[in-house]
């Protein structure tokens, strides 16, 4: 055939076809996806700092192991409440002169994602310790240290950020262990990482693929509370910061064990704590505990399973709550 | 030659139909319920990819068992006889001993293999007796044969050819140096804590100091040596495609400095590399482009050897590709992702694949001494590649913000990648096809074979990843990683060592130790099997304890045992490598002593002339 005895014309049509093919798959689709996609009226600019921060990310490589996206499939739930749509991602422009824009969806969720990481754990003090070594807190972690973030002071200024690291972690530091302004800015990009609501009117998109409700595995112990594992609920929503020993990390987070709150016959006490968040022990020097049941939107039955963990477990033994007191105790409290 | 075609296309249309069939009760079943995970398409696929070399094995082991079974009987009945024997009377023992000996001789009777020879040995008058084998002697590594001598290359090419290997090498074994430690800090998070070697600003090092270092250095110079060769012409200058090298290397270095102290592009794979960095790559792309038309321009024959079309068309889709990558006017916003999904697909599919294919039209029928078996297969992989291929790549992004239909497309194309697949892996086949005595007493065709077969189950494992049903359990998870690996390392550097082992003793006279080729083929290949086997099962499982909405960390810890034979496995693989760069030292070191024959025949052709 001519064409391929014919240099010219065999490489003109052969561009000209994946040209083309390129226009329709990447080239029209990523210009309307740049121009058709308004930022969401309740999202906010990064502030500064945040935007210090997500350089840090990028620099970093984060990306190598954490995603940013929500898909629209039911394991991501976990991940946000909606997935994730074009808007969320309308407010990134290209970084600079030197740099593309930075999305970073990921491809990679070797750890965990981060959507909505400020919502799941806004604790500054928590992400400091885990970013010195991740394993302080998360024995498990496979995540890097990131101790160049951080600077060893004989004696810290009043205006620095000591970071409380265990014992163990330190490896003969003997002065402050004090975040350095790329950590702060790096926490504080993490902390800005939430979902924001869709306006009023929009359908949410749907959560494609839902869970059938599997009948307990044999073997399994059939919990109270509805069935759900109250061990397992704890490792997602708690273990990060009171271990899975329960006894927290001291001078960083409170133990659970033998805990006055944990162990009150009374529970109302402990649910408010999880549901509103708490800063009584400020004193002692432990940072503020979140309102983790509202910002992981538990339910009644997941609070029960958590809360009957909490009180039977590392020789705790108060007796379990079932989901009804839990209803009854979240309508008392307004939540 | 279009009849050829037609019943081949209308055997291979049936067999995409089939899958097409099964693709689309998946692609477009977004409302359907979770089903079991083993009636998945996807899952069903690799399970068949992987019961196939677990089927021969089967069949081998039987072999071995039926061969035992015949031994052991045999041996019972050398018992029998010599209890008959002993029951015998002493007269009847001399009779029957008599006429078995008769009948013995009988059977035992061979021709002697002198009848026509005779005694004297042998003259070779011609030169045609290469290598005396003994048989009687030991041998623990079977004796290949020997590269066969070519007509000498231009010096001043060859050269060349040996520069972009011996730099493709040193990337090679620093970029899976980086690739083995990242590895490691699976294992050992804690093993060091320095900012310039933390994993998140290594592992962009190791892919691309492999992808651009190594792959793309050693195709470029392989693809002078074939462009050359196939368009019958001599060489003019090779001074612009120097520069190329050094731009090359000067990207891979800088970029990769630049990665380790925290610049980078903003995050997309693979385009890590900020755009003044990947100038120089481009430049060089762009160098070896003009290069290699100006050849073609001036070829010596009428029609252009499918090689270079493969060869040719992959360069020039890479500077588009480039391009989409690097100009900013559409990458704001999601715009980015969906570029991003383009360019890291196009980068595997259109660079390394496609210029890997043209090289291996090339060396496959040349190492085998036979004509390719289909010029029409070649065509029909050639355009269904470009169809397919450059609309598949947002499969990276599917269940994402993306649009739907662009997924979908995605996914329609990744299908329709089963045509060119199996329409190169036939032709490769069956070129091979009366030639597979040859792959035992060679030691290139292994590395054509493993790419051959990688080529096949690589590619179509692919296609399986990309239903949204099997998406679901894989995505995100390291079963991309194994995948990534069967492929660049499985097909592409199978491929590029096959040729190079190929090439190199062509340009210099000179072979590697034969012994030492086959502990690099075994010692990569089984290490990538250790690499990529448990990886694969292990990342099913995470992503079934995903779906089972098991506590993430948990998840984490399961993957240990896994990721430490993946560390197993890349150790094997690295020192192949070692192995590998040694082997090429051995073929382009300057020996001292002189090559006496050389300088006699050139004595004797000045004589000649004289």
């Known amino acids: 055939m001519e064409i391929y005895n014919n240099h010219k014309r065999l490489f003109i049509v052969a561009t000209v076809m994946f040209l083309a093919l390129t226009l329709y798959a990447a080239l029209i689709p990523a210009y309307r996806a740049q121009e058709d996609n308004a930022p969401l009226p309740n999202s906010k600019p990064l502030t500064e700092q945040e935007l210090a921060g997500k350089a840090v990310y990028v620099k970093e490589g984060c990306i190598a192991c954490h995603t940013q996206q929500v898909r629209n499939v039911d394991m991501d739930k976990v991940w946000g409440e909606r997935p994730s749509i074009a808007s969320d991602y309308a407010r990134n422009k290209r970084t600079d002169f030197w740099r593309n824009t930075a999305n970073l969806l990921g491809s990679e969720r070797t750890g965990p994602d981060l959507t909505e990481i400020g919502k799941r754990q806004p604790s500054k003090e928590w992400n400091l310790i885990h970013l010195f070594n991740p394993r302080s807190v998360v024995g498990q972690s496979v995540m890097p240290a990131y101790p160049w973030l951080f600077e060893i002071k004989e004696s810290a200024a009043a205006a620095d950020v000591i970071v409380q690291v265990p014992e163990e972690y330190r490896k003969g530091i003997t002065g402050d262990i004090v975040a350095t302004e790329d950590a702060l800015n790096l926490v504080a990009y993490l902390q800005s990482l939430k979902q924001v609501s869709l306006p009023d009117g929009r359908p949410v998109p749907k959560f494609l693929y839902p869970k059938e409700a599997t009948p307990a595995l044999a073997g399994m112990p059939a919990a109270e509370s509805g069935g759900l594992d109250g061990a397992s609920l704890y490792a997602a929503n708690c273990q990060s910061c009171h271990q899975a020993n329960g006894e927290g990390l001291p001078g960083a987070f409170p133990s659970l064990k033998g805990s006055s709150i944990v162990l009150d016959p009374d529970p109302t006490?402990?649910?408010?704590?999880?549901?509103?968040?708490?800063?009584?022990?400020?004193?002692?020097?432990?940072?503020?505990?979140?309102?983790?049941?509202?910002?992981?939107?538990?339910?009644?039955?997941?609070?029960?399973?958590?809360?009957?963990?909490?009180?039977?477990?590392?020789?705790?033994?108060?007796?379990?709550?079932?989901?009804?007191?839990?209803?009854?105790?979240?309508?008392?409290?307004?939540? | 030659m279009i009849n050829r075609l037609k019943p081949k296309i209308s055997k291979q249309g049936s067999f995409v139909l089939i899958f097409l069939l099964l693709s689309s009760i998946c692609a477009f079943g977004q409302e359907q319920k979770t089903k079991d995970i083993i009636?998945?398409?996807?899952?069903?696929?690799?399970?068949?990819?992987?019961?196939?070399?677990?089927?021969?094995?089967?069949?081998?082991?039987?072999?071995?068992?039926?061969?035992?079974?015949?031994?052991?009987?045999?041996?019972?009945?050398?018992?029998?006889?010599?209890?008959?024997?002993?029951?015998?009377?002493?007269?009847?023992?001399?009779?029957?001993?008599?006429?078995?000996?008769?009948?013995?001789?009988?059977?035992?009777?061979?021709?002697?293999?002198?009848?026509?020879?005779?005694?004297?040995?042998?003259?070779?008058?011609?030169?045609?007796?290469?290598?005396?084998?003994?048989?009687?002697?030991?041998?623990?590594?079977?004796?290949?044969?020997?590269?066969?001598?070519?007509?000498?290359?231009?010096?001043?090419?060859?050269?060349?050819?040996?520069?972009?290997?011996?730099?493709?090498?040193?990337?090679?074994?620093?970029?899976?140096s980086i690739g083995e430690y990242l590895g490691i800090k699976f294992v050992a998070p804690d093993v060091d804590h320095i900012s310039w070697l933390s994993f998140g600003r290594l592992r962009p090092v190791h892919t691309?100091?492999?992808?651009?270092?190594?792959?793309?250095?050693?195709?470029?110079?392989?693809g002078y040596y074939v462009v050359y060769t196939v368009s019958n012409t001599i060489v003019k200058s090779l001074k612009s495609a120097w520069l190329a090298f050094w731009l090359i290397n000067a990207s891979v270095m800088l970029g990769s400095l630049s990665l380790m102290a925290g610049i980078n592009n903003g995050g997309g794979e693979y385009r890590e590399y900020i755009w003044p960095i990947m100038l120089l790559f481009a430049i060089g792309v762009v160098i070896t482009l003009i290069n290699y038309l100006n050849i073609i321009a001036k070829r010596a024959t009428k029609e252009i050897y499918v090689s270079n079309w493969y060869i040719v068309s992959a360069v020039i889709f890479t500077i588009v590709i480039t391009l989409v990558a690097y100009l900013p006017f559409w990458q704001n916003g999601l715009g980015e992702t969906i570029a991003q999904g383009y360019y890291m697909h196009q980068g595997v599919g259109m660079w390394f694949m496609l210029f890997v294919l043209g090289l291996v039209y090339y060396f496959l029928p040349q190492q085998l001494n036979t004509p390719i078996y289909s010029y029409s297969l070649g065509i029909l992989a050639f355009w269904t590649q470009i169809l397919f291929y450059t609309v598949i790549g947002t499969h990276h992004f599917i269940f994402s913000a993306i649009p739907w239909w662009l997924q979908t497309t995605a996914i329609v194309g990744s299908v329709g990648m089963l045509i060119p697949v199996a329409a190169g892996t036939t032709n490769f086949l069956m070129t091979m096809r009366g030639n597979f005595h040859k792959v035992g007493s060679s030691y290139t065709l292994p590395f054509y074979l493993v790419g051959i077969v990688f080529y096949?189950?690589?590619?179509?494992?692919?296609?399986?990843?990309?239903?949204?049903?099997?998406?679901?359990?894989?995505?995100?998870?390291?079963?991309?990683?194994?995948?990534?690996?069967?492929?660049?390392?499985?097909?592409i550097t199978f491929f590029l060592w096959a040729f190079i082992y190929t090439l190199v003793p062509r340009l210099t006279g000179k072979e590697p130790t034969h012994g030492l080729v086959g502990a690099h083929f075994w010692m990569a290949l089984i290490g990538m099997m250790f690499y990529t086997v448990p990886l694969m099962i292990g990342s099913t499982l995470r992503g079934v304890e995903w779906m089972e909405g098991k506590p993430f960390i948990d998840t984490v810890a399961n993957m240990a045992p896994?990721?430490?034979?993946?560390?197993?496995?890349?150790?094997?693989?690295?020192?192949?490598?070692?192995?590998?760069?040694?082997?090429?030292?051995?073929?382009?070191?300057?020996?001292?002593?002189i090559d006496t024959q050389t300088v006699l025949f050139n004595q004797l052709n000045r004589e000649d002339n004289i």
């Not at chain 1, 910002?295 to 039977?312: D, F």
Request: aromatic share 10%.
């Open chain 1, 269 to 335: 006490a402990l649910i408010t704590v999880i549901m509103k968040g708490y800063n009584g022990r400020a004193k002692e020097g432990f940072p503020e505990m979140p309102a983790i049941g509202t910002n992981n939107n538990l339910k009644p039955e997941e609070i029960s399973a958590i809360i009957s963990h909490e009180r039977t477990s590392w020789g705790n033994d108060a007796k379990k709550v079932s989901v009804e007191e839990v209803k009854a105790i979240l309508d008392q409290i307004g939540k």
């Open chain 2, 562 to 593: 896994y990721w430490v034979w993946r560390a197993i496995g890349g150790s094997l693989m690295w020192a192949s490598h070692l192995i590998f760069a040694y082997n090429l030292y051995t073929m382009t070191r300057k020996s001292g002593d």
């Open chain 2, 456 to 491: 096949f189950t690589g590619s179509y494992q692919g296609t399986a990843e990309a239903f949204r049903s099997a998406n679901l359990y894989w995505h995100f998870t390291d079963f991309t990683v194994a995948h990534s690996h069967l492929t660049m390392y499985g097909i």
């Open chain 2, 39 to 176: 009636t998945n398409p996807g899952v069903l696929i690799t399970i068949v990819l992987i019961l196939i070399p677990l089927l021969i094995a089967v069949y081998l082991a039987t072999a071995k068992v039926r061969n035992l079974v015949k031994k052991v009987k045999a041996q019972d009945v050398n018992e029998q006889k010599t209890a008959i024997s002993q029951s015998l009377r002493e007269d009847e023992l001399k009779t029957l001993r008599q006429s078995l000996e008769n009948r013995k001789t009988a059977v035992e009777y061979k021709l002697t293999n002198k009848e026509l020879g005779g005694d004297l040995p042998p003259e070779d008058a011609k030169g045609m007796i290469h290598r005396v084998s003994e048989v009687n002697i030991a041998r623990f590594i079977p004796d290949k044969k020997r590269s066969t001598k070519r007509p000498s290359v231009n010096p001043e090419l060859a050269k060349l050819i040996i520069w972009y290997l011996g730099g493709a090498a040193f990337w090679l074994v620093l970029g899976t």
């Open chain 2, 208 to 222: 691309n100091m492999v992808f651009w270092g190594w792959c793309s250095l050693a195709m470029i110079g392989l």
